[in-house]
């Protein structure tokens, strides 16, 4: 199906299902180089990544752990900008090789406030896989170690992603349509 509707708003397709899957494979290949013998603890971020986490899992063929948390951000006290909390991160870091699963690294905002939450623990290292990167909207200072494709700063729905609650099932990653 080239276009689609979600809520009110026309999408086009834009990454069919075997490119996703194509992509999937690489990078878990390219991880299960980097990470053999180090047993990695990969730390996904709902709910958006929950498709590219499971499908990029099930691809590591080496000894890996996997948790699940959720970002919740509010505005600090006093002005010192956004604060990150994770919910239901209760693994010990320490010494570990963590690897964040991202599905859509945008301004790089929630990452860059949430990095340090996660190094204050001493990992003996921490990188960031992310299905999609829209580098030229990405404004905070983030390195994407593995990145998945790099798009343009478009609304994107699908494999994981919504809009507005609506679109995660799909196999194929939509874009805005220009026409709406
Ligand atoms: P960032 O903090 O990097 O600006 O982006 C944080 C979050 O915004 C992403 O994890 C994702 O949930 C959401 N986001 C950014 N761009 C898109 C997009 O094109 N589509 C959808 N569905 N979510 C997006
Ligand atoms: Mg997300």
Same mark, same amino acid.
């Given at each position: 199906?080239?276009?689609?509707?979600?809520?009110?708003?026309?999408?086009?397709?834009?990454?069919?299902?075997?490119?996703?899957q194509?992509k999937v494979?690489?990078?878990?290949a390219r991880?299960?180089l980097?990470?053999?013998?180090?047993k990695?603890?990969?730390i996904?971020?709902?709910n958006?990544?929950?498709?590219f986490a499971?499908?990029?899992f099930k691809h590591?063929?080496?000894?890996?752990e996997?948790c !699940?948390?959720?970002?919740a951000? +509010?505005k &600090?006290?006093?002005?010192?900008?956004n604060?990150?909390?994770?919910? #239901? $991160? =209760?693994?010990?870091?320490?010494?570990r090789d963590v690897?964040?699963?991202?599905?859509?690294?945008?301004?790089?905002?929630t990452l860059?406030?949430?990095?340090p939450?996660?190094q204050?623990?001493q990992?003996?290292?921490?990188?960031?896989?992310s299905l999609?990167h829209k580098?030229?909207?990405t404004? !905070?200072d983030l390195?994407v170690? +593995?990145? &998945?494709?790099?798009i343009?700063?478009?609304?994107v729905?699908g494999? #994981? $992603? =919504?809009?507005d609650?609506?679109?995660r099932?799909?196999?194929?990653?939509?874009?805005?349509?220009?026409?709406?």
């Amino acid at each position: 199906m080239a276009r689609i509707s979600v809520h009110d708003k026309e999408f086009d397709v834009y990454l069919s299902e075997e490119e996703i899957q194509g992509k999937v494979r690489e990078l878990a290949a390219r991880l299960a180089l980097d990470y053999k013998d180090k047993k990695p603890l990969f730390i996904a971020i709902l709910n958006g990544s929950f498709m590219f986490a499971s499908d990029i899992f099930k691809h590591l063929n080496i000894d890996a752990e996997i948790c !699940f948390i959720k970002l919740a951000s +509010y505005k &600090g006290m006093r002005s010192t900008g956004n604060v990150v909390t994770a919910i #239901g $991160l =209760d693994q010990d870091l320490y010494n570990r090789d963590v690897v964040i699963i991202e599905d859509i690294v945008d301004t790089g905002k929630t990452l860059f406030h949430f990095l340090p939450k996660l190094q204050h623990q001493q990992p003996a290292s921490l990188k960031i896989v992310s299905l999609l990167h829209k580098k030229e909207a990405t404004i !905070f200072d983030l390195t994407v170690d +593995y990145v &998945g494709f790099t798009i343009p700063d478009k609304f994107v729905v699908g494999y #994981g $992603l =919504d809009y507005d609650g609506l679109g995660r099932n799909l196999k194929e990653i939509y874009q805005l349509s220009a026409a709406t």
